[in-house]
Structure formats: structure tokens, C-alpha cells
């Protein structure tokens, strides 16, 4: 079995592989300041529930966006589950080439989500993940990573616009009834939900020009579904692309 960790600025999204097939999946809040034996606490509980036995993991592979964090599950690693992670940076096989300025700024998550898409669905393609950021990565029909766009991410704005408007109050991120808003409820949820849907479906229109010739969709992240619902573009909705990412770089590095 592989376990495939993708440590995110706000969840940490965690999966176990066997072979091609993804048995199990988890989600979890990142949390700084833990150390390696509290994370182990909680690996050991949701292995335990799902019938995971530690001796039955054989490899890993870790994207992490948190530096902190990164050597805090290299420790859990190597002390609970006996291997040495395969950690996403500079120097990996990525059997993509990264066709942008400066290969080393790339964050391993999407070094791990335009691997995966071009395996997956082939190129050319963009890859829109919504995280802590709406990050749109470009893939072309070659396998090149080209680059992409960075955004604020939907929970972001929404917190850092409750923040600053003393008379606005957090709403749930769901589809208001129609764009015109007749209280500030349905006003903020046309603004989040639709607004964002309107940047995403603009910044595709400008993406696939540049690329000039149509390129497949795919959307992953916490709301992906959501603004998939109101996005024609997105072709496909794909919430674990990461992970699949992740199994995809430890298979190609592991024949090194």
C-alpha cells in the first residue's frame, strides 16, 4: 500500500493506494503546531478504523506547501511507518517539463496536479484547484507545464471580507436563488459563488487564447462541485487529482 499526503495551508488531504486504486481518503485541518507523534495519534485512529494495518504500507509520497510541517511528517514517517517519504521538490522525476521561469517556484501540489492531469486526460489542459488559493496550472498538448494563475481562494475572500466590513457576517458558500440579491445574505452568496464562477469562467476564455487551440477542464478542491455547477467549461470534476498525482511521482521515482 502507498500513502499519498497532500499537506494544503488549511486541510491536509491524506489517501491510501493500492495499486492504482484509492481504498481510503481522509481530510483534516492543518494544524502548525503539531508535532510528529500527535499526527501519528491521528494516522494510527483512522488507519486503525479502516482496517490499515502500518506493516502493510510499503511506501509515500509528500506534497507540502507548509515548510514547517514538512519535516514534522518526515519524522512521522520514518519512526511509524518505516520508509523514507518521497518528498515533491526540485530534483524528483516529474516525467513533465516544467517550462516556466523558475522550475524551483512551482509548489510541489501543483507540480503534483499537472502530473496527474496530463496522465489522466492529456494536454493540453488547465487544472483549476480550489484551496486556500484558486490556482489555474496550464498543460500543454506536449505534457509541458506552462505556468498558470493565482487567485484568492473563495473561503479566503470570504474571511478577509468579514474582516473588513464591520456590518457583514460569515454565509454558507451555496448557490444564492439569482444573481440580483434581496438581503445581504443572498448579496454575499451572488458575490462569492457566482462572481468567482464569472472570474473562473473568464480566466479559462483567456487561458484557452493564449493557448490557442481547446484544452479539457478539470476542476479539484473543496468547492470545486460548486462552481463547477456554474462553470460550462469545466469538463470534469476530480476531487482527489493530487493524490493520484502523488502515486504517479512515487511510481516514476521508485524505478530510479
Avoid at 499519498?4 to 486504486?21: H, P, R, V
Avoid at 493540453?124 to 487567485?151: K, M, N, Q, W
Wanted: hydrophobic share 50%; glycine share 10%.
Amino acid at each position: 500500500m502507498l500513502l499519498c499526503l497532500d499537506i494544503g495551508n488549511t486541510n491536509i488531504k491524506a489517501g491510501i493506494f493500492e495499486g492504482e486504486e484509492l481504498i481510503a481518503h481522509w481530510r483534516f485541518s492543518t494544524q502548525r503546531h503539531r508535532l510528529a507523534d500527535e499526527y501519528a495519534a491521528l494516522f494510527l485512529n483512522l488507519f486503525a478504523l479502516n482496517g490499515i494495518r502500518l506493516r502493510d504500507i510499503r511506501g509515500c509520497a509528500v506534497a507540502c506547501v507548509v515548510p514547517p510541517l514538512r519535516v514534522v511528517f518526515e519524522e512521522m514517517i520514518q519512526r511509524y511507518l518505516g520508509v523514507n517519504p518521497l518528498i515533491v521538490g526540485p530534483g524528483i522525476k516529474t516525467g513533465i517539463r516544467l517550462a516556466v521561469e523558475n522550475p524551483r517556484e512551482v509548489g510541489a501540489d501543483r507540480v503534483a496536479n499537472a502530473v496527474a492531469t496530463f496522465r489522466r486526460y492529456g494536454g493540453p489542459a488547465i487544472a483549476i484547484a480550489f484551496g486556500t488559493a484558486t490556482v489555474f496550472d496550464v498543460i500543454s498538448r506536449e505534457g509541458e507545464y506552462l505556468g498558470g494563475a493565482i487567485a484568492p481562494g473563495i473561503i479566503v475572500a470570504a474571511e478577509a471580507l468579514v474582516t473588513a466590513a464591520a456590518q457583514l457576517y460569515q454565509v454558507e458558500l451555496i448557490r444564492p436563488p439569482r444573481a440580483i440579491g434581496r438581503n445581504t445574505i443572498q448579496a454575499m452568496q451572488s458575490g462569492l459563488i457566482l462572481g468567482f464562477a464569472s472570474m473562473v469562467e473568464g480566466m479559462i476564455q483567456r487561458l484557452q487564447a493564449e493557448l490557442e487551440e481547446p484544452a479539457r477542464v478539470i476542476a479539484t478542491g473543496g468547492l470545486a462541485d460548486t462552481i463547477a455547477q456554474e462553470v460550462r467549461s469545466i469538463q470534469v470534476v476530480d476531487p482527489h487529482l493530487t493524490l493520484h498525482g502523488l502515486r504517479f511521482l512515487y511510481e516514476l521515482n521508485r524505478r530510479r
